[in-house]
């Protein structure tokens, strides 16, 4: 794949595979801070390889409008999501290659009580980051004001979305292939998961992976 300039990307919740494409082949990736939250997207929701196939783990916000700016959306605590969420990962993934060596840092970050949704991502994107040793590889930035159309950026706010088929410029993805995963003999191999489904099956691999 041919690297990308530059890539302006919506906040997401343990990001696809193909989000994490676009930020490591590219030479700056912009963050959206400045829009208006979008239910139903990757803003508070991932998708994971459960036992019964694809599984998505939703962040419960709390919404007391309509058009509300993302940096205002805190997470809702009153549901008990955050036990969900790692049950959920114990059970889709502890037999995998990888986890245990992984699991304590997200851990830390998903139980440290975070009441902005837009916060708990860029930590934990972070976080992921510097798990897959890659921090001198990318360069993420966050936007400083909102723009409605990028000139210069290849814009895929709306375009990775959880209703929408991979991305046109990281399409790549469809041909590479397939890794491990734990329950593909019963339902095959699932594309564009959370990057999660990624490095707890492949650990440092899955470098090479998003770099191909």
Same mark, same amino acid.
């Given at each position: 794949?041919?690297? /990308?300039?530059?890539?302006?990307?919506?906040?997401?919740?343990?990001?696809?595979?193909?989000?994490?494409?676009?930020? &490591?082949?590219?030479?700056?990736?912009?963050?959206?801070?400045?829009?208006?939250?979008? +239910?139903?997207?990757?803003?508070? =929701?991932?998708?994971?390889?459960?036992?019964?196939?694809?599984?998505?783990?939703?962040?419960?916000? &709390?919404?007391?409008?309509?058009?509300?700016?993302?940096?205002?959306?805190?997470?809702?605590?009153?549901?008990?999501?955050?036990?969900?969420?790692?049950?959920?990962?114990?059970?889709?993934?502890?037999?995998?290659? /990888?986890?245990?060596?992984? =699991?304590?840092?997200?851990?830390?970050?998903?139980?440290?009580?975070?009441?902005?949704? /837009?916060?708990?991502?860029?930590?934990?994107?972070? +976080?992921?980051?510097?798990?897959?040793?890659?921090?001198?590889?990318?360069?993420?930035?966050?936007?400083?004001? /909102?723009?409605?159309?990028?000139?210069?950026?290849?814009?895929?706010?709306?375009?990775?979305?959880?209703?929408?088929?991979?991305?046109?410029?990281?399409?790549?993805?469809?041909?590479?292939?397939?890794?491990?995963?734990?329950?593909?003999?019963?339902?095959?191999?699932?594309?564009?998961?959370?990057?999660?489904?990624?490095?707890?099956?492949?650990?440092?691999?899955?470098?090479?992976?998003?770099?191909?």
């Amino acid at each position: 794949m041919n690297k /990308f300039s530059k890539v302006l990307l919506s906040t997401a919740y343990f990001p696809p595979i193909e989000y994490f494409i676009a930020i &490591v082949n590219s030479h700056t990736a912009y963050i959206e801070q400045y829009e208006n939250f979008q +239910k139903q997207s990757y803003r508070n =929701r991932c998708e994971i390889y459960g036992a019964n196939g694809k599984l998505s783990l939703i962040v419960p916000v &709390v919404k007391n409008a309509k058009h509300i700016p993302v940096l205002d959306i805190n997470i809702d605590y009153s549901k008990a999501w955050v036990h969900q969420h790692l049950k959920a990962l114990d059970s889709s993934y502890r037999s995998t290659p /990888f986890y245990e060596y992984y =699991r304590d840092d997200i851990l830390e970050i998903l139980l440290s009580n975070e009441t902005s949704l /837009f916060n708990l991502n860029i930590r934990l994107t972070n +976080k992921i980051i510097e798990l897959l040793g890659i921090e001198t590889l990318v360069n993420l930035e966050l936007t400083t004001s /909102f723009e409605d159309e990028s000139n210069d950026k290849i814009d895929f706010r709306n375009s990775i979305h959880p209703k929408k088929p991979i991305a046109d410029a990281i399409d790549a993805i469809k041909k590479m292939q397939p890794y491990y995963q734990v329950y593909s003999d019963k339902y095959g191999h699932i594309l564009n998961l959370s990057i999660l489904d990624l490095i707890f099956n492949e650990g440092p691999n899955s470098i090479s992976y998003l770099m191909k």
